[in-house]
C-alpha cells in the first residue's frame, strides 16, 4: 500500500472505529446533569439560565405560546433532571430522530413544539425566537458529557403492563384518596396566592389536551406509577396507576385537532385518543 492511499485510509478507518465504538455505546448511559451550580458564564450562560426558567415557570414567561395552566416541569421534574420523568438531560444527541407519530424524521425543535402544541395547548415557538433557542441552550447543556446517539437510563416514561384492564371507577375512589389533596377533588390542580399552579391541573381547560402523550393511559400510568404521589412515589402498584390514570384521561379536556395526522404510516397505539 502507498503512503498517498495510507493517509487517506487512515482517517476513513479511524472514523468507521469511532462510529462503530458510538454504535457498540448504544447501551444508556446514567443520567447525571451538571450540577445547577455549573451553569456557564457569558452570553451562554445568559441563555442556558433562561432556558431554565422557562421550563419551571413556562406559564409567565412564555404567555403568549401556552394555553393553559401547566409548566414544562409539571411533566420534565426538576427542570428535566430526573429519570423516568421526561428527563431533558441527554436529548441534544439523539435528535434528530424518527417519530412514530410524526411519521417522519423530528427535529428537537420540533420536538419542543410538540410539548407547547399538546402538552401546553398552546402555539409553536418561532425556531429562531429567544425562547426556543435558550430551551435548546438549557438542554444541550443539560446533555453535557452524554455521548453522541446514546440515551441516558430512564429517558422518557416508565413502561409498565397493566396486569388487568384498567378501571376507571377504581381509580375514582383511589384518587380521591391519593391525588385530590394535590389536584383537588375536580382536577382543577391547586392555585397559589399569584394565581400560579402550585399543582397542576389534570383534566379540564387548563390541562394537557387529547393529543399529548399524557392523555394515553399507559403513559399516565407510567409517570404516575413512578412518581406520584408526590413524596410517596413508587407506593402504588402498576394496577393501581392504571386505574388512576383510567380514570383522570377520561376526563374531559381540549381537543386537538391536528391529531388526526398522527401515526400517517400506520401503528396507532391502542390507547391514543380518538
Sequence with gaps: MSSAVARRLIPLIASC?????????????PLSPPAKT?????????????????????????????????TCANCHLDAGRVA?????????????????????????????????????????????SRE?????????????????????RGRGFKEIAVPSPPNPIRGESLYAAKCAACHGAEGQGLQGADSAYVFPPLWGAQSFNVGAGMARVSVAAGFVQAKMPLGNAGTLSDQEAYDIAAYFT?????????????????GVPTDARK
Design 17 to 29: 472505529i469511532a462510529f462503530a465504538g458510538v454504535a457498540r455505546a448504544a447501551e444508556p448511559v
Design 38 to 70: 455549573a451553569l456557564p458564564t457569558g452570553p451562554l450562560g445568559d441563555s442556558v439560565r433562561y432556558g431554565q426558567s422557562l421550563v419551571t415557570n413556562t406559564r409567565a414567561l412564555a404567555a403568549g405560546f401556552v394555553g393553559n395552566g401547566l
Design 250 to 266: 377520561s376526563k374531559p379536556r381540549p381537543d386537538f385537532a391536528a391529531r388526526k395526522n398522527d401515526w400517517p404510516r400506520g
Design 84 to 128: 423516568y420523568a421526561a428527563p431533558l438531560a441527554g436529548l441534544w444527541g439523539v435528535f434528530p430522530e424518527y417519530r412514530t407519530r410524526r411519521g417522519s424524521v423530528e427535529s428537537l425543535t420540533e420536538r419542543i413544539n410538540d410539548c407547547f402544541e399538546r402538552s401546553m395547548n398552546g402555539k409553536p415557538l418561532p425556531a429562531g
Design 132 to 152: 426556543m433557542i435558550a430551551l435548546l441552550s438549557y438542554i444541550a447543556w443539560l446533555s453535557e458529557g452524554v455521548p453522541t446517539g446514546v440515551e441516558v
